[in-house]
């Protein structure tokens, strides 16, 4: 049994700062690319950032230069480094991880989301 557990997600006034979390536990042998996504109301779910097992990171366009991806390998946890937030990064914001239970297959596994609201 796997679960990624998020957490760091509120409300938040334009221009501020907030940093979200997620860490995954269970039976897991390794963890491979862990990224976060989000999905506004009405909207499709989109990549905001993914970062590599060796730390390697990609940005949506929307979110470089604010937002910064990173990770706790011994921990299997990833964060993620909300500055200078916007009305529109509001949106349910979904933490995936591309783990294995059983080497050597991996496969993803998701959140159960947590809501950024940025509202003054």
């Known amino acids: 049994q796997v679960q990624l557990v998020e957490s760091g997600g509120g409300l938040v006034k334009p221009g501020g700062s907030l940093r979200l979390s997620c860490a995954a536990s269970?039976?897991?042998?390794?963890?491979?690319?862990m990224g976060w996504y989000r999905q506004a109301p009405g909207k499709q779910r989109e990549l905001v950032a993914i970062i590599t097992r060796s730390g390697i990171t990609n940005y949506a366009d929307p979110v470089k230069g604010r937002f910064t991806i990173s990770r706790d390998n011994a921990k299997n946890t990833v964060y993620l480094q909300m500055n200078n937030v916007k009305p529109e990064d509001t949106a349910i914001y979904y933490c995936?991880?591309?783990?294995?239970?059983?080497?050597?297959?991996?496969?993803?596994?998701w959140g159960q989301g947590t809501q950024v609201t940025v509202s003054s």
């Open positions: 995936n991880a591309q783990l294995s239970v059983l080497l050597p297959d991996y496969r993803g596994y």
């Open positions: 269970g039976s897991i042998r390794s963890v491979n690319d």
